[in-house]
């Protein structure tokens, strides 16, 4: 019985995969240009963050507050973004249009990091840590732009209806169906 075990145990024991990847990149949501966009949206958007942190006296804190905001949450927004479509997480989260979260998420913290630089240059102290700040941020406004301007090259605009199917697949929907169906399998 004992020379039966080393036999019994090769042919049925399950094996495991000895690595399973968790960082899929490329993937179908993000290739490895787009993670790299990523990567330095998130760096760009902490540095501002945390040189916006380091002031530590404001004449008029309202801009310098929207730009915390700001670069706050394109900071931790961006790297929960990358997180989840870098790894099998997105799966998992119950989102099944990936590209619409991304573009739309895009555009807003384009928008949103360029409205916050714009008020933040327009009335600071004029500090060196302001200015570098606003440096910073015209920079996380610039690679949210590229990585925006990336989507729309290579995969359209997501939320329009037929954008991204190509012009073959769309004609051959509306074919009506041409075979006859027979109930009873005679001509």
């Not at 787009?34 to 942190?53: D, N, P, R």
């Not at 119950?94 to 619409?100: D, L, R, V, Y």
């Not at 590229?146 to 012009?167: E, M, V």
Request: net charge negative.
């Amino acid at each position: 019985m004992a020379a039966a075990e080393p036999v019994y145990n090769e042919t049925t024991t399950v094996q495991e995969p000895k690595s399973k990847k968790w960082l899929i990149v490329p993937s179908e949501n993000l290739g490895k240009i787009g993670f790299v966009i990523k990567i330095v949206e998130v760096l760009l958007s902490f540095v501002a963050f945390v040189l916006e942190e380091v002031v530590s006296n404001c004449s008029s804190c309202g801009p310098l507050y929207f730009f915390e905001f700001v670069s706050c949450t394109a900071f931790f927004f961006t790297l929960l973004l990358l997180i989840l479509l870098a790894t099998t997480l997105h799966q998992r989260v119950g989102i099944s249009c990936w590209p619409s979260v991304d573009f739309g998420y895009t555009v807003a913290m384009a928008f949103l990091f360029l409205i916050a630089s714009v008020v933040f240059v327009a009335d600071n102290g004029g500090t060196s840590l302001e200015q570098t700040a606003v440096i910073f941020g015209f920079l996380a406004t610039m690679a949210f732009f590229f990585d925006l301007s990336l989507f729309l090259k290579k995969k359209g605009i997501p939320c329009r209806r037929g954008s991204n199917q190509p012009a073959a697949d769309n004609a051959t929907r509306s074919v009506p169906e041409t075979e006859k169906l027979n109930a009873n399998g005679t001509e």
